[in-house]
């Protein structure tokens, strides 16, 4: 009869034993079907089943718990009004000013307008970007819901709730399309868009004795002009540009501002209506100086538009070389 030590060996060299081995396509049959305990993968049909029906539940009642989540959370916001405006949004209310053409993609971080004389392929890649850029100017068809809410707008005649104004940029002549936006006469022409931000209301400088002492003289002269001729107009962002140092202020030229000096305070407040688009200001230098790089700055005018030429806070800069 064994002993307590001999059943005890004997099970140790059992636990340790190597198993059988068997054909490796025995194995791989018997991995996915044995017919010994009628298993597919180890497990039974009945196993299987059971976690098959535990993870359809857990990652069922996932996805609906994460569905409510989320159509709550969509309650909560308006397809057209942000949660967040003005001071409580992180637009701020100091909208920026940016201009157009741009430079290739290629240099994107550059804000240099470069071309060489009058040739056509040497100023293609500005009348183009332009081209597309305005495309939406002129056909309604490519902004969503621009069509037949378009109204023919002006200071005495704001837009009605659900229509939005007009921007006929047709006639702002030499900056068409149709004469090239004047690149082929070494005059080019350069558009600015303020930037839009929901519910902004501009506060305009709409009396020529109540103006700031750092706005351009020139400016200072179009509004007192505007104030006897024109007081409707009055309420307008206005628009400078100058040379950002003395060697280019003497280099830029004489320029012109169409269709006037500014953004018409009818476009604003932007309440992001179906189809609105931002109104622009072509800026037509007419003789710049050539072959020399002319440091350009741009600014946009409204008490509650505050310039930080460091952080180009409502202004925009750009250099303009034409060889």
């Given at each position: 009869m064994p002993t307590i030590t001999e059943d005890c060996i004997d099970g140790f060299q059992q636990y340790y034993a190597r198993p059988p081995e068997r054909p490796k396509k025995k194995s791989l049959k018997q991995m996915i079907y044995d017919s010994e305990d009628n298993s597919y993968f180890g497990r039974s049909i009945e196993s299987w089943a059971k976690i098959g029906i535990f993870y359809v539940a857990f990652y069922g009642v996932l996805a609906a718990l994460v569905a409510i989540c989320m159509?709550?959370?969509?309650?909560?916001?308006?397809p057209r009004i942000p949660k967040w405006t003005l001071d409580?949004?992180?637009?701020?209310?100091?909208?920026?000013?940016?201009?157009?053409?741009?430079?290739?993609?290629?240099?994107?971080?550059?804000?240099?307008?470069w071309y060489k004389g009058t040739q056509h392929e040497n100023y293609k890649h500005w009348t183009d970007s332009l081209n597309d850029f305005l495309a939406v100017y002129k056909v309604p068809g490519l902004t969503p819901g621009r069509g037949q809410n378009i109204y023919n707008c002006d200071y005495n005649q704001p837009p009605p709730q659900g229509q939005v104004c007009d921007v006929d940029i047709k006639s702002w002549a030499p900056c068409t399309r149709e004469n090239n936006y004047s690149y082929h006469k070494s005059a080019p022409c350069i558009f600015l868009k303020l930037n839009k931000i929901y519910g902004w209301i501009p506060e305009y400088y709409n009396n020529s004795r109540d103006l700031p002492e750092s706005m351009p003289s020139s400016l200072k002269t179009y509004i007192?002009?505007?104030?006897?001729?024109?007081?409707?107009?009055?309420?307008?962002?206005?628009?400078?540009?100058?040379g950002e140092n003395p060697a280019d202020q003497e280099n830029i030229?004489?320029?012109?501002?169409?269709?006037?000096?500014?953004?018409p305070g009818y476009f604003y407040p932007y309440q992001n209506s179906e189809g609105y688009l931002s109104p622009l200001v072509a800026v037509h230098f007419q003789r710049p100086k050539r072959g020399i790089i002319i440091n350009v700055e741009c600014k946009a005018w409204a008490r509650n538009i505050i310039h930080d030429r460091k952080d180009r806070i409502g202004s925009v800069h750009y250099e303009l070389l034409i060889d």
């Open positions: 159509w709550a959370f969509f309650q909560t916001l308006d409580r949004s992180l637009i701020g209310t100091n909208p920026g000013l940016g201009f157009r053409p741009l430079p290739p993609l290629d240099n994107v971080e550059s804000t240099l307008i007192a002009e505007v104030e006897k001729s024109e007081p409707i107009k009055l309420n307008t962002i206005w628009v400078s540009c100058e030229g004489a320029i012109n501002y169409l269709p006037i000096r500014g953004f």
